[in-house]
């Protein structure tokens, strides 16, 4: 077979893999979705470790390069439910946040909100309309610092909570502690993502660069074999996640254990009947799926 031949059947794979990931990430119920989102669909298309049982601890490499997922999404064509690059489309929905018409709205107690390490997360859940499914603002880590009089309404709120969610990698976990500086005197929670997520949950995990020489500056509460994998240079971006797990997972740890009530607010009601699935956690509630062996979601505080 000509090199020819076989770039062309790989196309045609790739184009396959694609529609299919098209099916996959906006279900159920229309999810939108990021691009990097799609990508990391496809990847579980062609090879889905993630069907494995979770006792095996598997942090595949991708499949397939980012730039021939570029070239078959071209010619894919439009795509229902994915959304626009953030430099076409802005962040009107976190300006909005930002910038409340209600001039009383900052008079009020702010029981909890969340800061994600990537704008585009921020703008998935945005589209998702986590923000109103939860009560829960919704920046991105380039919005810090924060807005004097955000901070103020979570100091008005008895138990009020800083939620952080951020990549598996050597920057993400730092982002807890720059949220913590941020917000003096407000509790931080990080939700994750850190190694032990990543191979409990079969995440795609590109390798970059190794950390610089000298120790690593990671939370005490990170097992051996995660400074190891972190100190390789792997990571584990939350765009890895299936899109519906990542919304139930957000959804869940951000409004606390609760009876769900319906809501006119959201498309996301079709996601509450499919039960829920979220990486390991020691939350309470959270009681992972038979045979898993809880994680502990304080590592990633300090």
């Known amino acids: 077979m000509t090199p020819r031949v076989a770039a062309g059947v790989g196309d045609r794979l790739l184009d396959r893999a ?9 279900a159920p119920g229309r999810i939108r979705f990021t691009e990097l989102q799609l990508y990391y669909e496809m990847c579980r298309v062609l090879r889905p470790f993630h069907a494995a049982p979770r006792r095996l601890p598997l942090t595949p490499a991708p499949p397939v390069r980012y730039e021939r997922f570029e070239e078959a999404l ?8 994915l959304l626009a690059p953030a430099s076409a489309s802005g962040s009107a929905s976190a300006s909005a946040l930002r910038e409340p018409s209600e ?9 909890r909100l969340l800061v994600c390490q990537s704008r585009q997360v921020a703008r998935m859940l945005l589209a998702n309309d986590v923000h109103l499914e939860a009560a829960c603002p919704v ?5 810090l610092p924060l807005d004097p009089r955000l901070v103020t309404g979570l100091g008005r709120a008895d138990g009020a909570t800083v939620h952080v969610l951020h990549d598996a990698s050597v920057d ?13 005197g407000v509790r931080v929670s990080s939700m994750g993502l850190v190694p032990r997520h990543a191979t409990a949950l079969h995440l795609i995990s590109p390798r970059g660069p190794a950390p610089g020489p000298g120790p690593l500056t990671l939370p005490a509460g990170l097992e051996a074999r995660e400074r190891d994998w972190l100190a390789e240079g792997r990571f ?7 899109p519906a797990r990542l919304l139930r997972t957000v959804l869940r740890l951000v409004r606390g ?16 009947t499919t039960g829920f699935m979220t990486w390991p956690t020691n939350q309470p509630g959270d009681t992972g ?10 590592a990633v505080q300090g």
């Open 18 to 26: 694609l529609a299919t990931a098209v099916g996959r990430a906006g």
């Open 74 to 81: 071209r010619r894919h064509g439009a795509v229902p439910g």
């Open 103 to 111: 001039p009383d709205l900052h008079d009020y107690g702010l029981p």
């Open 139 to 143: 920046f991105a880590a380039d919005d």
């Open 172 to 184: 993400g976990i730092a982002l807890t502690a720059r949220v913590r500086d941020a917000v003096p």
């Open 236 to 242: 584990a971006e939350v765009e890895s996640v299936p």
């Open 257 to 272: 254990p609760r009876t769900p009530s319906h809501s006119v607010w959201t498309g996301l009601r079709e996601l509450r």
């Open 289 to 298: 799926t038979k045979g898993d062996k809880p994680a502990t979601r304080d």
